[in-house]
């Protein structure tokens, strides 16, 4: 009765989480670009590689001080937001500071609360681990007055969307090769989400990263955008601008991890599904493990939301990645 009980309730809190995300996606401030303006944007990168598409620029003046609390400097990819156009970074050091292994924490889409990902990076500094909660675009600091937190993050406004995605993958490329120049013997992702697939995507650029471990991470674009009941409203502002899922399909590859090898050693991977996840259903993770051939799988009865997944998580590295704890 109780695992019914759990079942039913993981069910109803995913149901109220996709109403309100609907709700939001109503709201005006969501953006607007036609046919011509989403084809313009993706024709302009089709040609390019995914190196060429997440490039580092050189010569970005970022100085890392392992004193501080916090880092804000200015994107290397620019969305025309101000506010979102910085990055920001919260440091919680390792016993060694910067010689020490550092996790990033990346949040799930419409994070509101840092509370959690702290009590976690504490965890991670008493087995011998840094950690960096990095402010992924459109939420935290990097919201514009007037939205909520990832409001704006996941929306109709494709270009937006994959610009933003695109300035997380470049901003953390730049910053894991800094941490390599300071000595940092491992870097982890571990990315719930939204923060998840912007993981999986740099698990598929960069060789310089130890581990990653992803949670409910959004690696379909297609079944998020055409399949889950948080995007319906998504679906129907796409409709009336003629946008349609087979044009949409055909520019996605570049945002997509499912459509990539990764850098990363693959039994260096976790994959962590959601049983009742409508948003990034089991089935694409395992189709992403299935491909990812080497990477740990492993499925638990919880929907998007909940906070079951956390835990799990690090109890199943520490198992199947035990060199990452001897430090």
């Not at 799930?108 to 702290?118: H, K, L």
């Not at 319906?232 to 946008?243: C, D, H, M, S, T």
């Amino acid at each position: 009765m109780t695992g019914l009980f759990h079942d039913a309730w993981a069910r109803a809190v995913d149901g109220v989480s996709f109403g309100f995300i609907n709700a939001l996606q109503m709201r005006a401030k969501a953006g607007r670009h036609g046919v011509g303006e989403f084809e313009e944007y993706f024709n302009k990168w089709s040609l390019a590689s995914m190196d060429e598409y997440y490039t580092v620029p050189e010569n970005q003046d970022w100085k890392l001080d392992a004193n501080r609390e916090s880092f804000v400097f200015p994107s290397p990819v620019v969305s025309g937001c101000t506010e979102n156009d910085h990055v920001h970074m919260d440091w919680f050091p390792g016993p060694k500071g910067w010689k020490s292994p550092v996790m990033f924490l990346l949040h799930g889409v419409m994070s509101v609360s840092d509370v959690g990902y702290r009590s976690w990076a504490k965890k991670l500094n008493a087995l011998g681990w840094g950690a960096i909660f990095f402010h992924l675009p459109y939420h935290y600091s990097r919201k514009p007055q007037g939205v909520l937190s990832g409001e704006l993050a996941l929306t109709a406004n494709l270009i937006r969307t994959a610009i933003g995605i695109r300035q997380a993958v470049v901003e953390l490329r730049l910053m894991s090769r800094l941490l390599r120049e300071k000595g940092c013997p491992h870097i982890g992702l571990w990315g719930t989400s939204y923060g998840g697939w912007i993981a999986s995507l740099l698990a598929s650029l960069e060789d310089n990263i130890s581990t990653a471990w992803l949670l409910e991470p959004i690696v379909d674009v297609d079944v998020a955008i055409w399949e889950s009941p948080a995007t319906r409203v998504v679906r129907r502002q796409l409709a009336e601008r003629g946008i349609t899922r087979e044009l949409v399909k055909r520019h996605v590859a570049k945002s997509c991890a499912s459509y990539h090898r990764p850098k990363v050693k693959p039994e260096h991977l976790i994959l962590v599904a959601g049983t009742f996840d409508k948003i990034a259903p089991p089935r694409t993770i395992r189709a992403l493990h299935e491909k990812w051939q080497g990477s740990h799988y492993a499925e638990f009865r919880q929907g998007h939301v909940g906070y079951q997944l956390m835990p799990e998580t690090l109890k199943l590295a520490r198992e199947k990645l035990p060199h990452l704890f001897e430090m």
